[in-house]
Nanobody, 124 residues
Framework: QVQLVESGGGLMQAGGSLRLSCAASGRTFSMYAMGWFRQAPGKEREFVAVDGFGTEYAASVKGRFTISRDNGKNTVHLQMNSLKPEDTAVYYC????????????????????WGQGTQVTVSS
């Protein structure tokens, strides 16, 4: 069992930066693919970034967001630069324990564990 706790959300003006963190429990953190998703009001949860077989990003955030992980500290971060109002959402981190068998990092159903989410609001 893995518990994930996000932090770092908040209110930011457009063009600003925020760094989200996700702290994971457990001793096998390095064996998981770690992803970030977001969900805006009235919309489906959407893929943002993953660190699995390398890093991948949604087209909407590529070049602005960076995912990184520290296996020694069981944490994964999402550095968000050049924020836009459309980045406003609840951001979730998630862990995929079986990604070596079936790798589809953009699909929420592939992830086994989820955090509670952290709100990011970007004002124009």
């Amino acid at each position: 069992q893995v518990q994930l706790v996000e932090s770092g959300g908040g209110l930011m003006q457009a063009g600003g930066s925020l760094r989200l963190s996700c702290a994971a429990s457990g001793r096998t953190f390095s064996m998981y693919a770690m992803g970030w998703f977001r969900q805006a009001p009235g919309k489906e949860r959407e893929f943002v970034a993953v660190d699995g077989f390398g890093t991948e990003y949604a087209a909407s955030v590529k070049g602005r967001f960076t995912i990184s992980r520290d296996n020694g500290k069981n944490t994964v971060h999402l550095q968000m630069n050049s924020l836009k109002p459309e980045d406003t959402a609840v951001y979730y981190c998630a862990a995929d324990r079986d990604y070596y068998r079936n790798y589809a990092p953009n699909l929420p159903v592939e992830y086994d564990y989820w955090g509670q989410g952290t709100q990011v609001t970007v004002s124009s």
